[in-house]
């Protein structure tokens, strides 16, 4: 009787194996096939980029954008709402065009660079997705806005350097003091240095812990 239950479950744990290794090469099969179309999808996308460049030809995108109020956001905020509107896509040059004409700012260059700056931190949160120079695709994986909000201190500068990536640590500090920023009693410089650190911003330009008084 044991005997006969043994071979029975070892028929059924053969066919569960079996479909099992069915799965798997279905889902390979399709994960090759996303791939290729993804690749596809980016190609195209250079293509007409680099046609519209070569015939100074004004970005679509930028004329045709459905969002308002770019001002009001964040660069994470204003990248992520973009690529919504390409399905995903975002491809830098053109951003920059988007956020010139928006009247972000008024230097392509300090554009480009806040993008880039922006985009490293979505990349390591995962946000994003590098596919090639200059082409990016929006995952849309990362932690919710409401989700591990740092709050206080941490916030305040968090939400300066979002808006504004190349603001230095003092550019921060000067900025929370000239507008009365509520330190709760703690030092400034010493909040200001922690709140950087955790925050991961000490490795950029390899800026140097402001003095503690």
Do not use: C
């Amino acid at each position: 009787m044991s005997e006969q239950w043994i071979n029975e479950t070892m028929e059924l744990l053969s066919e569960w194996e079996r479909r099992r290794d069915d799965l798997r090469n279905k889902i390979e099969e399709l994960q090759y096939e996303y791939n290729e179309l993804e690749k596809s999808i980016i190609s195209g996308h250079e293509l007409v980029s680099a046609y519209k460049q070569k015939h100074n030809i004004t970005s679509v995108i930028a004329r045709d954008l459905k969002i308002t109020n770019l001002t009001n956001m964040s660069y994470p905020e204003m990248l992520k709402a973009i690529a919504k509107e390409r399905q995903g896509y975002l491809n830098v040059p053109e951003a920059t065009d988007i956020l010139l004409k928006a009247n972000v700012g008024r230097d392509r260059t300090s554009i480009q660079a806040n993008i880039y700056s922006a985009l490293n931190r979505l990349v390591k949160s995962k946000e994003f997705a590098k596919r090639a120079p200059g082409q990016y695709w929006y995952t849309g994986n990362g932690q919710d806005k409401n989700e591990a909000r740092p709050s206080g201190i941490r916030q305040a500068v968090k939400e300066l350097k979002d808006r504004n990536p190349q603001m230095t640590k003092r550019d921060v500090l000067n900025h929370l003091l000239r507008t009365g920023f509520d330190f709760k009693g703690k030092k400034p410089m010493n909040a200001i240095n922690m709140s950087w650190a955790y925050l991961g911003y000490s490795k950029e330009g390899k800026q140097q812990t402001l003095p503690i008084r």
